[in-house]
């Protein structure tokens, strides 16, 4: 029998149930709504590049980009039919995307919802890739890295990551590198979908139109036919040990130069509720300080140091802990100083005040309300919640319980573990 959570704050219930083979089912009926999702997600992404057998201990590397690499040949049907034709026949769009954390495979839909559910299980589950399809991929991921080098906003993005997390599968572009690509084979995608496409390793969310127990009954008569060898492989997660790189310069064919600015912060090992909450604390906690209704944000745009692309993010998982500023302008010294003032002499900021806060907090929840109207937004988050382990109505209960000496006890704690700044700056190309 599913579980049944109803979160009164949301309106909304959600079912789940754990299948006999691990699989984690999420479903969020919406009735009144014309279209569904569906999400399938593996726990795998491109930080996960050492696997250990768990009988002799031994050690293997799958090259970085692998799991980008095996997303793109999962849509690889028998006798060359691809999913994505399969979807368009059953009226459905499909996508996936590979972040450093997870894989994720989605379909939207209004018609067919069960049997797309089962399409999207039937493709991620029965691989088809061929170590000659291997090859003829090669080509296609490495014009996509080219692709995204020819993005100024890719290359600083991608610049910054690396001087964050030198020497660890982080600071890796998500698809690899030119070399990585190269070297990957028919074997290394093998042992990589074998190890982390086990359905103990995954979760499916579906959101939309469509009668609970009776999707259920689909989604588990589909597993039930099918069998699953236990993983002889488990991951190994590698420690971010190496120091920063403080300082990167590049040039690129742009009009005003590009900055990122970040600092790492100690690794905390948190998870479920604990997570969440430290999450939304270092987000409130930013914002305060130079978020669109800060003083500091109100003077620099009144100095033209910074424009609408000036944003500043927070983020907090099991292995990335870091703040990272983004901005393009024409005054980086001024603006780098500045922000680096503002982050040292935080204790005296005149906007962390209880008025402030309640504004932000007003706003945080307004937004989020507003979201869960959008049936993706509900699937994405909940693809988080699920893996991190904590509910979608945590987030306003965590938002609605901050109080001011939250916010200062934060920033004692978390800045003073502060690495150096990190900067990158892209520079107009000088003739």
């Excluded at 990589?192 to 359905?199: E, G, L, M, S, V």
């Excluded at 064919?253 to 600015?261: A, G, N, R």
């Amino acid at each position: 029998k599913m579980k049944e959570h109803y979160h009164k704050v949301l309106d909304e219930t959600f079912f789940e149930k754990v299948l006999p083979n691990g699989l984690t089912v999420r479903l969020v009926p919406k009735p009144g709504y014309h279209r569904s999702y569906g999400i399938l997600t593996t726990h795998y992404g491109s930080v996960d590049q050492v696997v250990r057998d768990k009988e002799t201990g031994e050690e293997k590397t799958i090259p970085a980009g692998a799991a980008h690499f095996l997303e793109h040949k999962m849509f690889e049907g028998q006798g060359g039919l691809d999913a994505f034709a399969l979807f368009m026949k059953q009226g459905a769009m499909a996508n996936a995307f590979t972040h450093y954390f997870q894989t994720s495979y989605l379909f939207s839909a209004s018609y067919y919802i069960e049997r797309n559910v089962e399409t999207l299980l039937d493709f991620v589950q029965t691989p088809y890739f061929t170590p000659e399809g291997i090859e003829k991929e090669k080509g296609i991921i490495t014009q996509e890295l080219y692709m995204y080098q020819d993005d100024p906003l890719g290359v600083s993005y991608q610049a910054l990551n690396q001087a964050l997390y030198p020497d660890h599968p982080l600071g890796v572009d998500i698809l690899g590198t030119e070399e990585s690509i190269k070297a990957t084979t028919y074997e290394d995608l093998l042992l990589a979908y074998d190890t982390f496409y086990h359905p103990s390793n995954m979760n499916l969310i579906v959101v939309g139109n469509f009668d609970p127990q009776a999707l259920l009954a689909v989604i588990e008569a589909n597993q039930t036919r099918k069998t699953f060898e236990p993983p002889r492989y488990q991951r190994i997660e590698e420690e971010v040990t190496a120091p920063v790189l403080p300082k990167t310069q590049l040039e690129r064919d742009i009009s005003q130069p590009i900055i990122e600015l970040a600092w790492r912060f100690s690794p905390q090992k948190l998870s479920g509720l604990e997570l969440i909450r430290q999450r939304i604390l270092g987000e409130v906690f930013f914002e305060l300080l130079m978020g669109p209704m800060s003083t500091a944000y109100a003077s620099w745009y009144q100095q033209q140091w910074v424009d609408t692309n000036f944003y500043q993010s927070y983020q907090l998982d099991h292995m990335m802990h870091h703040l990272a500023i983004h901005a393009q302008s024409h005054h980086a010294p001024d603006l780098i100083a500045a922000i680096k003032e503002l982050l040292s002499n935080w204790q005296q900021n005149p906007d962390l005040t209880e008025e402030h806060l309640k504004q932000v907090v007003t706003g945080r929840v307004g937004d989020f309300l507003q979201h869960l109207n959008s049936l993706e937004f509900i699937a994405y988050e909940l693809i988080e919640a699920v893996m991190d382990d904590y509910e979608l109505a945590d987030i306003l209960t965590c938002l609605q319980e901050i109080k001011l000496s939250d916010l200062q006890d934060f920033g004692q704690q978390v800045l003073s573990g502060a690495s150096e700044a990190v900067e990158v700056i892209v520079n107009p190309i000088t003739e």
